[in-house]
């Protein structure tokens, strides 16, 4: 039950969210966007709720969303919006008949596109313009994972109440993606993108290509330390215990 | 004054990371030594208060291998004990003699004792002391101080960490330091699953300001638990021998049920202890736990010529004074370059953080200079004094919190 919740929860404010940055990372999901002006909202029955905006240009992205929409995709619970993401189930359409030619064809290559991004292989990581957009996505999907982890993962809830208060921000040199997350001290974490405030810790990356292989699993994350490649500053206890959630990601989506 | 670089050292880390999880592992990471490029990875040679790193740097130590080297690296008298036990006999097929004296000796020092078993690490003993306390109660739950640490055993480690599972957990309770109406609390919950309770003689987290006892505290929590039928269990690992001979529990004025002792008891060879009072030796006697190289012999040895030389020393008096003289120092200093410096701990194994910001920047700035100039403190960890260290050692290392300081706030600017 916790299990299909989190997942659910993940699958929408982690990985759907995505979408609202894609555009500005990657052209050509820009230019598929361009034109469309269409909300989409996810509603699980008796569970949680999402909504899509795409309008000139840009996707915006709302949680627990109650907004009228134009398309409506209903779930009779939370391991049936999982199973859509898992390709094994079909959504229930409650609205929007009329576009479900779109979310079949044009949203589907959009949401195609997210997962190529988020799904690498070791051919895709040797492409610098892919590791650019995937170094982004992902460090968006970990922050945003761990704000839902903390709430419902049994492990990573004792981890989250044993971490001290405080603004922990990660940054990729030289010139992002950044990211923060605020724990509150007893065990919440509200997260965002870009910077913000006077950080308790920082954890900085040295570049793009560290922040992508650690990300990715493809470093041993002492040895980076160890090497500069990866620094860390500050209450050093914040960023281990972010990391220990993080590790609780895999349990979830794979 | 000269600024140290760590080619060699890097370069040894490549290697180890390619073949040793990691590359260097668990409390030796360097991982929390903030910023990283301050610090050695590998040593060379060590003598008495100082070590030589790989690329021939030299070091004044305050973290004296995070404890167990207590009267200086290469002690003659230790290591003279040590080679001539290790001449006759070490590994064996059958136990030494040397460990019978041992226990005779820690009997008569340790008012606590009336008998003792040994082991090789800390968490060996910690270990024992929680199985007996369970054994001689027949319960289950333990009782230890949240952030306290007792070793890396599953039931030890905090939640969430990797190999360790939800149902190691399930019979330890946590509770804050100093506060009793937590422990009564549990006891009124729990108490008649209550085994133990297992905690330092004073609090000494990482990452944090250490907390002596309340006046009175542990007085309190050895009524409160002989009262419920539980064993108390001091965790003297860190802290034993720098204390009080007696043990830390003699310090602060009560007697547990059992303590557990290594880092400081021989001086750096690989030894621990549990002693305990007589009404839990059929206990012990029941609980099976052993080691390959628990009985090797000339650990023994060389714990009773540390113990022998820190009872000649007065070695907790004199490791208090010494730092009584390096945080005095060091917090005069501060103050003349605006920074307040907090000292907490013991004296014998001070903490110290700069008080002037609460993320630990300045703390880990001010430590790494402090190291690239020749003072190896590190910023997460309290430090520990030993024998070796020498008025002129803390004479040299606060010229170089002098110019750390100078340094930082070059780097930095005046907080």
């Not at chain 1, 044009?106 to 949401?111: K, L, Q």
């Not at chain 1, 990300?215 to 206890?237: I, S």
């Not at chain 2, 140290?4 to 990471?29: D, Q």
Request: aromatic share 10%; glycine share 8%.
């Amino acid at each position: 039950m916790i299990y299909d919740t989190l997942k659910a929860r993940l699958n929408l404010n982690a990985v759907l969210r995505n979408l609202e940055e894609l555009p500005d990372l990657d052209p050509e999901t820009a230019a598929m966007i361009k034109a469309w002006d269409i909300s989409i909202r996810f509603r699980v029955l008796r569970g949680i709720s999402a909504r899509l905006q795409f309008k000139d240009g840009r996707c915006t992205y709302e949680e627990n969303a109650k907004e009228a929409s134009d398309v409506v995709l209903f779930f009779l619970s939370h391991k049936h919006l999982n199973g859509m993401f898992d390709e094994k189930a079909p959504p229930i359409p409650l609205k929007g008949f009329k576009r479900l030619g779109f979310l079949k064809d044009e949203f589907s290559r959009v949401t195609k596109r997210l997962e190529y991004f988020l799904k690498p292989t070791p051919e895709l990581l040797e492409e610098p313009e892919y590791v650019r957009v995937n170094t982004a996505l992902t460090l968006s999907t970990a922050v945003h994972a761990a704000r839902e982890l903390v709430l419902l993962d049994p492990v990573a809830k004792q981890v989250g109440r044993q971490t001290p208060s405080g603004l922990l921000q990660i940054q990729v040199l030289p010139d992002g993606p950044n990211a923060w997350m605020q724990y509150d001290g007893k065990g919440g974490i509200v997260s965002g993108r870009g910077k913000n405030g006077t950080p308790a810790a920082t954890l900085t990356f040295r570049d793009r290509g560290v922040a992508c292989a650690l990300f990715n699993g493809k470093l041993d994350d002492f040895g980076a330390v160890a090497l500069g490649d990866v620094k860390l500053r500050g209450l050093v206890p914040i960023i281990d215990n972010t990391n220990l959630i993080l590790d609780r990601i895999p349990a979830y989506l794979q | 004054m000269k600024t140290y670089t760590y080619e060699n050292s890097t370069a040894w880390f490549k290697r180890a990371v390619k073949v040793i999880p990691c590359g260097i592992y668990g409390h030796f990471s360097p991982a929390p030594c903030v910023p990283v490029d301050a610090y050695p990875f590998f040593s060379e040679q060590a003598r008495g208060a100082r070590f030589w790193d790989v690329d021939g740097n030299e070091f004044i130590d305050y973290m004296c291998a995070y404890g167990p080297m207590v009267l200086g690296y290469g002690h003659p008298a230790v290591d003279e004990a040590y080679l001539k036990q290790r001449a006759e006999s070490d590994a064996n097929s059958i136990a030494s003699p040397r460990m019978v004296e041992l226990a005779e000796m820690l009997v008569d020092m340790i008012p606590t004792a009336d008998w003792a078993f040994f082991a090789r690490n800390g968490a060996d003993v910690t270990n024992m002391a929680v199985m007996v306390a369970r054994s001689a109660t027949g319960r289950k739950k333990i009782v230890t101080v949240k952030g306290g640490y007792h070793g890396t055993a599953p039931w030890m480690q905090a939640p969430g960490h990797h190999g360790v599972m939800e149902d190691d957990h399930q019979h330890v309770i946590r509770i804050p330091w100093n506060d009793l109406k937590a422990l009564e609390a549990v006891i009124a919950e729990h108490g008649k699953d209550i085994a133990g309770l297992i905690a330092t003689p004073y609090h000494h987290p990482v990452f944090a300001d250490n907390e002596l006892p309340a006046e009175g505290y542990w007085q309190q929590v050895t009524d409160m638990l002989h009262k419920n039928g539980s064993i108390v269990i001091v965790d003297d690992v860190r802290a034993g021998f720098r204390l009080h001979l007696g043990g830390s529990c003699e310090r602060y004025g009560f007697r547990p049920d059992l303590i557990a002792f290594s880092k400081a008891i021989a001086n750096g060879y690989a030894l621990s202890a549990l002693v305990g009072v007589d009404a839990l030796r059929v206990n012990a006697s029941k609980v099976f736990h052993t080691g390959s190289f628990w009985f090797c012999a000339g650990s023994f040895a060389a714990a009773m010529a540390c113990l022998k030389e820190l009872q000649r020393l007065d070695g907790p008096n004199l490791m208090r004074e010494l730092g009584r003289k390096l945080t005095d120092g060091i917090v005069s200093c501060a103050a003349s370059h605006g920074y307040t410096m907090k000292v907490s701990g013991e004296l014998s194994m001070p903490y110290l953080r700069i008080a002037n910001d609460d993320n630990m920047m300045l703390q880990q700035a001010w430590c790494g200079e402090c190291t690239r100039r020749g003072a190896f403190f590190t910023s997460h960890h309290n430090w520990f004094l030993s024998t070796a260290h020498t008025e002129e050692d803390i004479n040299r290392t606060l010229d170089i919190c002098d110019e750390a300081f100078k340094a930082m706030k070059e780097g930095l600017g005046a907080q």
